[in-house]
């Protein structure tokens, strides 16, 4: 049940991290150029709030596993999450650069990067996490009234769901 939840989570992570970026493809090998994706993506992450989110969820994780390792201290936890932290944010732009420049150019990333350290940006920022919340709760309503709609539709037409 709880590895469901942390699945879960982290699934909503993804999502969020990938909303909304423009595609463009990239495909230069250069190191220099590299080094310089790896630059503007870690800005971009930072400037969007994206890691924040993410390091926000670990301790959210860790609270949900107490329950399955009562006898771990909070001081343990705590330890444990921010080495977590740092060592999840190397990682984080090592995972998601080879994803960004299959399509987000270099140009494009460093304009999304300057748009996120504006006020528009930043107040965008601050709101993303209800955002993607509030979106995924009407998506789920949305979805379900299509489901409904085709159901009233194939039933008008004389099919019937098949029973198990």
């Known amino acids: ?11 909503l992570l993804v999502v969020f991290v990938t909303f909304a970026i423009p595609a463009k493809s990239q495909n230069v090998q250069d190191s220099a150029y590299i080094k310089e994706y790896r630059a503007a993506l870690n800005d971009y992450l930072e400037a969007s709030g994206t890691k924040n989110t993410v390091f926000s969820m670990v301790p959210k994780i860790g609270q949900l596993m107490k329950t399955d390792y009562p ?6 936890w705590t330890r444990l999450c921010v080495n977590l932290n740092n060592g999840f944010q190397k990682k984080m732009v090592d995972i998601y650069l080879p994803i960004f420049r299959k399509y987000v150019s270099l140009e494009d990333l460093k304009a999304i990067a300057v748009f996120f350290n504006s006020p528009a940006g930043k107040n965008f920022a601050e709101a993303s996490p209800k955002l993607a919340a509030d979106g995924m709760e009407a ?3 949305l979805g379900a009234e299509i489901a409904e ?3 009233r539709e194939l039933e008008k037409e004389g099919y019937a769901a098949k029973t198990m």
């Open 71 to 76: 006898s771990v201290s909070d001081k343990i």
């Open 149 to 151: 709609e085709l159901i």
């Open 139 to 141: 998506g789920k309503k």
């Open 1 to 11: 049940m709880k590895t469901k939840i942390y699945i879960k989570v982290f699934c």
